[in-house]
């Protein structure tokens, strides 16, 4: 199992390494001087000039890049232009919401995701498969920002029971009770992505229902519902947990925009904003932070798909 | 005499497989590792080993669908097996290789005459539509099939016959040597049977030599007239059918003879 | 009464339209101690039987249409699920063609002996363990004390083939039923596996139902034997007796399709045609088609199942003759 | 002839599978007739009749420029089917190509699909967002967008499944009777895509509809004058209180079309060749 982790974790270097390349070059296919680009509009031409040297934008590209990775892996990405302060600490702001609105999100998921689908599997064929897959299936064809937005309509404004937008840290008044500003929002970021559980589940479940080896579990005179946890269920994992990294795909990108209706201090918001405001650096760094972050949790899915089918990781 | 039609000198074939070490070091798989023996004109001659000795992979690397690693193929003389595709596709007219699966060997989108007019036109041996259905139609009767079958797609026949059209394909090229990999296996015994009687026939009609690869002693020994016997990747004995079955040398021929379940027939049981 | 008796067993498989027979009037005994072996080609029937026995039809559309099943006194069609899971893996049990996928891939092959024992015997973790290892020597798996631990992937497949056994002679069952379960195992394994069943047998008595598509295998294995084609036994009578007096037509030509190892034979006796498929309907003998003596009686009615001999039953109009 | 049978088995005793596929349907015709069948010109502004409620002649209201919601609801199918088409398109054949030539030619490959990785390292909407900011707001770039992001996916299922096929023995067989590589690609291989192809098609035409519409409610997507339901939700979502109409009509409509879009996917999925089912990334 280490062997593999570590064999796993090699394996992420020179997709990162390409990764960064892109995130790099973005900022160079904006037409215009690229140091004009990250110091905004109000620049003058004297800092223009400063920044040009010092990120070497008059030498050859590869140069740069490297000049710019160094500056990067000190956590160095750069200087807002809107707030004015480095990229890192503005990204830094919005983490702890977006953070636990992922977490939430994910906690629905797994809440709601896996025990519908588990039903819908052993009910293959019913009514009751019928309604949650189909409903499943619903759910998954729904806009967010339209979700959001219903629900903002229904349980703050018309029955007051949650707050309709932004979210209070933590650490400021209320404390824990402050999650209740992510109740609204993690729901509808849930919505579409346990539906996708939902379906994967069942459809993986009664893949594995069809195996030879769940028979030979019959044989054994287990009782049904045994054999569906413990065999179909635990077998079905597998494919859910290679799955659960695009999930985790879709739920950054739909905080994007969920983050947005909710007006959430986020991650999400702070990329869109940026690109209205055209906070060039920003954009950047998070666009680097979030890959980095992405490729870490595809390796977490990974490791933990290695866990669960032991073909992979000992062959 | 002169030159055998084949002839195989020490061929290997070994495959690169991902290791699993930190660095995933390369394992090497021997497949084939050091085989050689020469098929005369008309000649059939029996492949006989168990699963994974490298029969098939033999089988697959004469017909260039695998790669060699080192060693040589002589057919009718000239070396085969380092010619690059397009020097090599003439002679896959005169090589041609029978499948064991008869449901995944069909392409289930192309009608039959789609599959067997095809290596027509490739080779060249056919200008028009006309000219390769009639040539389709002979082979299919050949082989024990209704020649208006060829506008039908696989799906619509039974694995038998889709052996039946697989084995057209390969005689209508009419080739000089024919390797069948497992040809029979995936038959029923009776249905089985029935195509031994027709690649017997076929072979002595038209007096093409064959390669017959097969785990089936009983099989080998009905349609062979020479035997090799494979183990690990090289081949532990090899000669005249009868010496082979009757007075078997190596330790391992007789163990796999002595493995067959057989059948006590009559009164004296 | 005998260990196992299946009476007039009647399998039909739903399709959208209708009712497919597939397994028609099958009955058969079978005793302590003794091998009774199916051999048929594919589709006829011989699988569904043994599934049907096991009670592993479950909700698939192959259903139990007719007949019944009794073991060890016990009507086990009457059985409630309960009841009927008591049994499974425990006084009956069975093993199947695939060694490849019959075993979960992702447990220990322990955990699944384990399994199966704790299901019926009041046994510790620990003490479950012991006797799993005991078991996989008994089976003759080297190390077994060391290969319990490991994952089916990790064997070879005669060596899963063992586990399998080993898990389904778990509980000392009384009756074994192994559906192909060499099939997919080469010669030599193929030997080493029967040896094994056939020395287990005589250790512990268990009755053992083997299915196989391979008379040969049949006839080295079993005591007696039915031959079944298209969902009908044919032929069936003691291993000496099948042997001795093949008296279905069919019977005969599936020997005579046979290549042997021990002498050449320059043309085989093929049975023409093929086995029809379950959507074509069928007036009178199943076989006539295909049959070298068939006539029309043959054609239009069915022929009835009789005693040939003592032990020796048939179902042919023309039991036992020639084409002369 | 075979597509048709293909089509007919996939929807036999689908009822909501049929019916899904007959609004699609409707949504095509009201797409290219839009002109013949709107009562009003979707981009009439009319400073009197704002906010109207739904009743006659505005059948869903009229907006907070005093626009005909029904009219604009009616060329939004049009740009429905344009994402829709022009996204699956762009996605299957930048994809397709890729994925089937990297699964054939394996050196080439090795260097493609890795590449297809590093792309795939950037969440769809992402990648999307990241696109657009190089690019303006147009219809055409909003297409080229969604179909980049999913040609990607689509590059990694076609190598897959032609990995498959390509272990077929029937392509063996082929090689063996002297078949070139472009004809074992176009003549053997591919044929035997296009029915998963089509039910990747319907999912991505799925994906493109939420993708679009996200992008028009961050503001990034189509331009703001052009109807498309996704502005349409956009630009009155203030008023989700005020008339609620606005927002139920154009929303309903996003629904039920991916939810049919989805249907129709999942019904010609289960009629495809087993071997692929679990090839293909949809609902």
Redesign the interface.
């Known amino acids: 199992m280490l062997a593999y982790t570590v064999k796993r974790l090699f394996t992420l270097i020179p997709t990162l390494l390409a990764a960064s390349i892109l995130v790099f070059l973005f900022v160079h296919l904006i037409p215009g001087d690229p140091a004009a680009i990250l110091l905004g509009d109000t620049a003058t031409p004297e800092e223009i000039a400063q920044l040009s040297a010092e990120m070497g934008f008059d030498r050859p590209l590869w140069i740069q890049y490297f000049l710019w990775l160094g500056n990067v892996l000190q956590g160095d990405l750069g200087i807002s232009i809107f707030f004015r302060e480095p990229v890192l600490a503005v990204i830094g702001s919005g983490a702890e919401t977006s953070i636990l609105l992922a977490s939430m999100t994910m906690f629905w998921i797994i809440l709601i995701g896996l025990p519908i689908g588990v039903l819908s599997a052993t009910k293959h064929g019913t009514w009751v498969d019928q309604i949650t897959s189909s409903g499943a299936m619903l759910a998954a064809s729904m806009p967010t920002f339209w979700l959001g937005l219903y629900l903002i309509m229904i349980f703050s404004v018309t029955l007051g029971w949650f707050p309709s937008s932004g979210f209070p840290s933590l650490s400021d008044d209320g404390g824990i009770t402050n999650l209740r500003y992510l109740i609204l929002p993690s729901l509808t970021l849930a919505a579409p992505n346990a539906a996708l559980i939902v379906r994967l589940v069942r459809a993986s479940m009664l893949d594995v229902a069809r195996e030879d080896h769940v028979r030979t579990a019959r044989a054994k005179g287990l009782h049904p519902a045994r054999v569906t946890i413990k065999h179909v269920f635990r077998n079905a994992l597998i494919a859910v947990a290679a799955a659960f990294g695009f999930t985790f795909a879709a739920l950054i990108s739909e905080a994007v925009v969920t983050e947005t209706v909710f007006s959430l201090p986020g991650i999400g918001r702070l990329v869109v904003q940026s690109i209205l405001r055209r906070d060039y650096p920003v954009i950047q760094g998070v666009i680097l932070v979030i890959v980095v972050l992405y490729m870490i949790i595809n390796l977490l899915v990974d490791l933990a798909y290695a866990r669960l089918d032991p073909r992979v990781s000992l062959k | 005499m002169t030159d055998p039609l084949l002839r195989l000198v020490d061929l290997k074939t070994h495959f690169q497989t991902k290791g699993v070490g930190l660095f995933g070091e390369k394992k090497v798989l021997k497949a084939v590792d050091g085989v050689s023996f020469d098929i005369a004109q008309g000649e059939v001659l029996g492949l006989v080993g168990e699963s994974g000795c490298g029969k098939s992979t033999v089988g697959r690397t004469l017909t260039h669908l695998e790669k060699t690693t080192s060693g040589q193929a002589f057919f009718e003389g000239r070396e085969f097996l380092s010619m690059t595709p397009h020097k090599f596709r003439p002679l896959r007219r005169e090589i041609q290789m029978i499948f064991q699966d008869p449901f995944a060997s069909l392409n289930p989108r192309l009608k039959i005459e789609q599959t067997l007019g095809e290596p027509l036109f490739i080779h060249g041996l056919c200008k028009t539509w006309n000219e390769a259905r009639s040539k389709i139609a002979a082979t299919l009767e050949r082989v024990g099939m209704d020649p208006k079958i060829m506008s039908r797609h696989p799906h619509e026949f039974s694995g038998g016959q889709r052996q039946r059209i697989g084995i057209a394909r390969v005689m209508i090229l009419q080739p000089k040597l024919v390797i069948a990999d497992e040809a029979v296996s995936a038959l029923d015994v009776s249905i089985q049977a029935q195509f031994l009687n027709l690649i017997k026939k076929l072979q002595r009609d038209s007096g093409m030599s064959m390669l017959f690869i097969s785990h089936d002693l009983g099989v080998v020994r009905h349609i062979s007239d020479r035997v090799a016997v494979m183990l690990a990747g090289k081949i532990v004995e090899i000669g005249d059918k009868h010496q082979i079955f009757e007075a078997p040398q190596h330790e391992y021929t007789r163990k796999l003879l002595n493995s067959i379940p057989r059948i006590a027939i009559g009164k004296e049981a | 009464m005998a260990l196992l008796e299946v009476e007039n067993l009647e399998i039909a498989v739903s399709t959208q339209r209708n009712l497919l027979p597939v397994v028609q009037g099958v009955s058969f005994t079978v005793d302590e101690n003794e091998t009774l072996g199916i051999v048929g080609e594919s589709g006829c029937g011989k699988s569904l039987t043994s599934l049907a026995i096991m009670g592993l039809l479950g909700t698939s559309p192959v259903r139990i249409t007719g007949g019944s099943i009794h073991f060890d006194g016990m009507n086990l069609l009457a059985l409630s699920e309960r009841e009927r899971r008591a049994i499974m893996g425990n006084r009956m049990a069975m093993i199947f063609q695939e060694p490849m996928t019959s075993l979960n891939p992702v447990y220990r092959i322990g955990d699944q002996i384990v399994e199966n024992l704790r299901q019926h015997q009041n046994l510790s973790h620990a003490a479950a363990r012991d006797r799993s290892v005991e078991l996989l020597s008994l089976v003759r798996i080297p190390d077994p004390s060391e290969r319990i631990d490991s994952f089916p992937h990790q064997m070879s497949g005669g060596q899963r083939q063992r586990v399998m056994i080993a898990m389904a002679l778990s509980c000392d069952p009384k009756l074994l039923i192994a559906d192909e379960p060499t099939t997919a195992l080469d010669v030599t394994v193929q030997k080493e596996v029967l040896d094994l069943m056939a020395d287990l047998q005589s250790r512990m008595g268990t009755a053992i139902v083997l299915i196989s598509h391979d008379l040969g295998v049949i006839a080295e294995t079993c005591d007696k034997v039915a031959v079944m084609y298209r969902g009908k036994i044919a032929e069936a009578a003691s291993t000496a007796d099948l042997f001795a007096e093949l008296l279905h037509p069919y019977t005969r030509g599936l020997l005579n399709s046979i290549p042997v190892v021990d002498r050449d034979v320059e043309w085989l006796e093929a049975i023409p045609g093929r086995v029809p498929t379950l959507e074509e309907t069928l007036t009178g003998c199943a076989f006539q088609p295909r049959c070298e003596l068939a006539t029309e009686l043959c054609a239009c009615e069915a022929p009835q199942t009789t005693q040939f001999k003592p032990g020796h039953s048939v179902q042919c109009h023309f039991a036992g003759q020639d084409r002369s | 002839m075979n597509t048709l049978i293909f089509l007919r088995d996939a929807f036999a005793g689908r009822k909501?599978a049929t019916a899904g596929f007959l609004w699609l349907c409707l949504i095509v015709v009201a797409a290219i007739i839009a002109p013949l069948v709107a009562p009003f010109d979707p981009l009439e502004i009319d400073p009197v009749g704002r906010l109207t409620e739904p009743g006659w002649p505005n059948l869903f209201g009229t907006d907070h420029f005093g626009r005909d919601t029904f009219s604009r609801a009616i060329y939004g199918a049009r740009m429905t089917v344009i994402i829709g088409v022009g996204s699956v398109l762009v996605a299957l054949f930048c994809g397709g190509l890729i994925g089937m030539i990297s699964a054939y030619f394996t050196r080439l490959g090795h260097f493609l699909m890795?590449?297809v990785?590093?792309?795939m390292?950037?969440?769809?909407?992402?990648m999307a967002?990241?696109l657009?900011?190089?690019l303006e707001r147009s219809v055409v770039n909003t297409v080229l967008v969604i179909g980049i992001v999913y040609a990607t996916t689509t590059a990694r299922i076609l190598f897959g499944m032609t990995l498959k096929l390509k272990g077929?023995?029937?392509i063996?067989?082929?090689?063996?009777?002297?078949?070139?590589n472009s004809?074992i690609l176009f003549?053997?291989i591919l044929?035997?895509l296009l029915s998963p192809l089509l039910v990747q098609a319907s999912f991505i035409f799925?994906f493109a509809q939420?993708q679009a519409?996200?992008l028009d409610?961050?503001?990034?997507g189509l331009p703001p004058e052009v109807p498309s339901w996704?502005n349409m939700?956009s630009e009155e979502?203030i008023y989700?209180?005020r008339a609620?109409w606005l927002?139920i009509y154009p929303?309903m409509l996003?629904?039920v079309s991916?939810?049919s879009m989805?249907?129709v996917g999942?019904a010609l999925r289960d009629s495809i060749d087993p071997r692929f089912k679990?090839d293909i990334?949809g609902?």
Do not use: K, Q
């Open positions: 909501l890795r590449a990785d590093v792309l390292a950037f969440p769809a909407l992402l967002l990241v657009i900011t190089l077929e023995t029937f063996d067989a082929a090689v063996c009777s002297g078949a070139g004809s003549r053997h044929p035997n799925a939420l519409a996200a409610f961050l503001g990034l996704g939700l979502r989700i209180t609620p927002l929303g996003i629904v991916v939810f989805n249907l999942d679990d990334a609902v």
